[in-house]
């Protein structure tokens, strides 16, 4: 209820629209000319944006980046897991995106983003492409490997090409939990509703 606060989020929201309606075309729907670091937080800002302001172009916007980032990042695999863009590079416009280090935070990002675009559309696939993005905290990914430690409670800090970082720090952790949490409460919700 603050208008500051309102008059800040509204100035900024439409700031990333006017990024994304100058950056998108049709081979590359995005907010800039990279893919770098936790990527689903601007289709996520949009999303959320939208629906609050309301503002149908900001909404369009999330929804529209977020499909492309999506399938951006699910392998050609019959498994079609979840694949964050590396942060050895990352992925500029016309170039070759980096494989590795993939990183926890972009798993996490996923899920949240995919799960406000499924409170804002209704469609269960968000909720497939949230949980898909989750799983690769679980060893769907390139690897094969968990990166979530059971034993521990704790998350690895990525993969490299060839193994998964055995250091399990806050961020990541925090990364998994906050992930997971997202999921639990969206379930949770659905069969209260029910």
């Not at 695999?77 to 992925?91: A, E, K, L, Q, R």
């Not at 990914?141 to 800090?157: I, M, Q, S």
């Amino acid at each position: 209820g603050d208008r500051l606060v309102s008059q800040i989020r509204d100035d900024l929201a439409e700031r990333l629209l006017v990024l994304y309606q100058a950056n998108c075309r049709e081979d590359w729907q995005w907010f800039e000319s990279e893919l770098a670091y936790c990527n689903a937080v601007m289709p996520l800002a949009m999303l959320i944006c939208g629906k609050s302001i309301p503002n149908d172009p900001m909404t369009s916007a999330g929804l529209d980046s977020l499909n492309w980032l999506t399938n951006i990042q699910r392998s050609n695999s019959v498994d079609g897991h979840f694949v964050p863009i590396g942060s050895n590079g990352f992925y500029q416009q016309g170039g070759e995106r980096a494989l590795f280090d993939q990183q926890p935070v972009e798993a996490q990002t996923m899920v949240s983003a995919c799960l406000e675009a499924f409170r804002v559309t209704e469609d269960k696939c968000w909720r497939v492409e949230a949980q898909r993005a989750f799983e690769w905290f679980l060893g769907r990914n390139d690897l094969n490997l968990a990166v979530y430690d059971p034993n521990t409670g704790g998350c690895r800090d990525g993969l490299h090409p060839d193994r998964a970082n055995e250091n399990q720090g806050a961020e990541s952790t925090l990364a998994f939990l906050q992930a997971w949490l997202a999921l639990r409460l969206t379930e949770n919700t659905l069969h209260s509703t029910t």
